[in-house]
């Protein structure tokens, strides 16, 4: 089984091939386009959907792409299986929110938009990517990778607004008495006999 597996990868190389990798970038790209689009939709739960989860599902999916990609490397209708099979996880992924739905409100709305751009943008730069000499270089895969994670936690926690407009919080409403009140104090002079001296400011009346 492992000389099989060691074989199997030594024909993809021999192919020029590195899906794996390919597969990390064009996850890595992927992710930070979904991770921006991410904004201004409404998440079902910030905690549980936000920039930093969508990007960390994203490169999985990257990774997914690769393995599968590479797996099919010796059959002879390539392009077509892998679209067909890549095809059938969009169509999982948009089950599985539909699924969610009845646990979490807008699980549709912000799962399958981001569903629709993801797999298809992972599907064609991992088959470009895994022909491109870049992919074998593995500081390239690492930095796009790096960029990637910074972009989806950096902007966790942001956008997700209920409204398109801007709005300033409700004005606060103070409640002032209609009735006349009085002002006034008293002074205790200890000059010799107690004396009490009233002074009064008026009346003062406040309408609302």
Same mark, same amino acid.
């Given at each position: 089984m492992g000389s099989s597996l060691s074989t199997h990868r030594a024909d993809v190389r021999d192919r020029g091939e590195? $899906?794996?990798w390919g597969g990390v970038i064009a996850g890595s790209i992927a992710a930070v386009v979904a991770a921006l689009v991410?904004? $201004?939709?409404?998440?079902?739960?910030? =905690?549980?959907l936000?920039? =930093?989860?969508?990007?960390?599902?994203?490169?999985?999916? /990257? #990774?997914? =792409?690769?393995?599968?990609?590479?797996?099919?490397?010796n059959r002879a209708r390539r392009w077509?299986?892998?679209?067909? !099979?890549? =095809?059938?996880?969009? +169509? !999982?992924a948009v089950l599985f929110a539909v699924a969610g739905e009845t646990q979490l409100d807008?699980? #549709?709305?912000?799962?399958v938009p981001l569903a629709a751009i993801v797999f298809p943008l992972i599907g064609v730069l991992t088959v470009i990517l895994a022909r491109w000499g870049i992919a074998s270089r593995w500081w390239v895969t690492a930095a796009v990778l790096v960029i990637a994670i910074g972009v989806g936690v950096g902007l966790s926690g942001r956008g997700d607004e209920q409204s398109g407009r801007l709005e300033l919080p409700p004005r606060a409403s103070v409640s002032i $008495?209609?009735? $006349?009140?009085? !002002? /006034?104090?008293?002074?205790? !002079? *200890? *000059?010799?006999?107690?004396?009490? &001296?009233?002074?009064? &400011?008026?009346?003062? *009346? +406040?309408?609302?």
């Open positions: 590195w $899906p794996v991410s904004l $201004p939709l409404r998440s079902p739960d910030d =905690a549980l936000n920039s =930093a989860t969508v990007m960390v599902a994203t490169v999985i999916a /990257g #990774v997914v =792409a690769g393995l599968l990609w590479r797996a099919l490397a077509l299986i892998f679209a067909v !099979l890549w =095809a059938l996880g969009f +169509v !999982l807008r699980m #549709v709305s912000f799962t $008495p209609s009735q $006349p009140y009085r !002002l /006034g104090y008293q002074v205790r !002079l *200890e *000059e010799g006999s107690p004396r009490i &001296l009233n002074l009064t &400011l008026g009346d003062l *009346e +406040v309408h609302t």
